[in-house]
């Protein structure tokens, strides 16, 4: 499937139809800022080559809208603790980024182990070694788009609830809640990918 991207300041549209990007760009007129075509765009729920997973979507945290990209396989997954009970981490709160979340659990002056953030962090695939540990949002966007990739329902984020719990996603339900941070629960990195 081919995605036709078109940006006009902070509105981004994505379509699979010419006309529609068409008639979107004779709108605009000169003001368009930004015109790409995606040819090499796969399906949502499709590997993408070369980018170390499946493609999720776009999804529209942050400054600017990414591809949210899920490796698949057993090395893909394992089954740890989230770490650092009893601690309350100001740098894992963000709902939606998941990448700084993890960027603060694995840094060097943490009191405790994260053994969650840090397996993500670690991860490599098809050469790209910038995986993190999903946000709640990323979490919650991809049980809309591909939770079939996941194969066992809860998963942690990177987002503390709590200073003894952190959020993780029902994958099979659809429920975000929070466990305690010394449970054991899946863990599955993703990566962005910016077009």
Same mark, same amino acid.
């Given at each position: ?57 776009? +999804? ?5 809208? &990414? &591809? ?50 840090? +397996? ?10 910038? +995986?993190?540990?999903?946000?709640? #949002? ?46 054991? #629960? ?5 990566? #962005?990918? +910016?077009?």
């Amino acid at each position: 499937m081919q995605l036709i991207t078109v940006s006009d300041g902070t509105t981004t549209l994505s379509t699979p139809s010419q006309e529609l990007a068409l008639q979107v760009l004779a709108g605009l007129g000169s003001s368009a800022k930004q015109v790409s075509s995606a040819a090499s765009v796969p399906a949502i729920g499709e590997y993408w080559p070369g980018e170390g997973g499946v493609n999720s979507g776009l +999804f529209q945290g942050g400054d600017r809208p &990414y &591809y949210l990209i899920v490796p698949t396989g057993e090395d893909a997954e394992a089954d740890l603790e989230w770490g650092g009970y009893g601690q309350d981490l100001d740098g894992a709160k963000s709902p939606w980024d998941g990448q700084a979340n993890t960027a603060y659990l694995v840094s060097s002056n943490r009191e405790h182990d994260h053994p969650a953030a840090q +397996f993500c962090a670690n991860f490599e695939r098809d050469g790209h070694k910038d +995986f993190y540990l999903m946000s709640r #949002r990323e979490a919650t966007f991809l049980e809309t788009t591909v939770a079939g990739v996941f194969s066992n329902p809860w998963h942690w984020t990177s987002s503390q609830f709590s200073a003894d719990s952190a959020y993780d996603m029902d994958f099979e339900d659809g429920w975000l809640s929070n466990g305690v941070k010394t449970f054991e #629960r899946l863990v599955r990195p993703v990566r #962005r990918k +910016f077009l």
